[in-house]
């Protein structure tokens, strides 16, 4: 029962009506969309960084 008034209240949200800074289902879907490609760039830059460290190391020899 609880998750249907939780779709209520999101459909409130979607047509304008919600609460004071509530999402919208399209805002929630793109702030997970930023957060996933958030997360893929910290990965990303993780691994470049320990590349140029291994790099560094080899180069030092």
Same mark, same amino acid.
């Given at each position: 029962? +609880?998750?249907?008034?939780?779709?209520?209240?999101?459909? *409130? =949200?979607?047509?304008?009506?919600?609460?004071?800074?509530?999402?919208? &289902?399209?805002?929630?879907?793109? +702030?997970?969309?930023?957060?996933?490609?958030?997360?893929? *760039? =910290?990965?990303?830059?993780?691994?470049?960084?320990?590349?140029?460290? &291994?790099?560094?190391?080899?180069?030092?020899?």
């Amino acid at each position: 029962m +609880l998750r249907l008034a939780g779709l209520g209240e999101q459909a *409130k =949200a979607d047509r304008g009506h919600g609460r004071p800074g509530e999402l919208t &289902s399209a805002e929630r879907d793109e +702030l997970k969309r930023l957060r996933r490609q958030n997360a893929e *760039k =910290a990965r990303t830059i993780e691994a470049l960084r320990k590349a140029a460290v &291994s790099f560094a190391k080899e180069s030092d020899r």
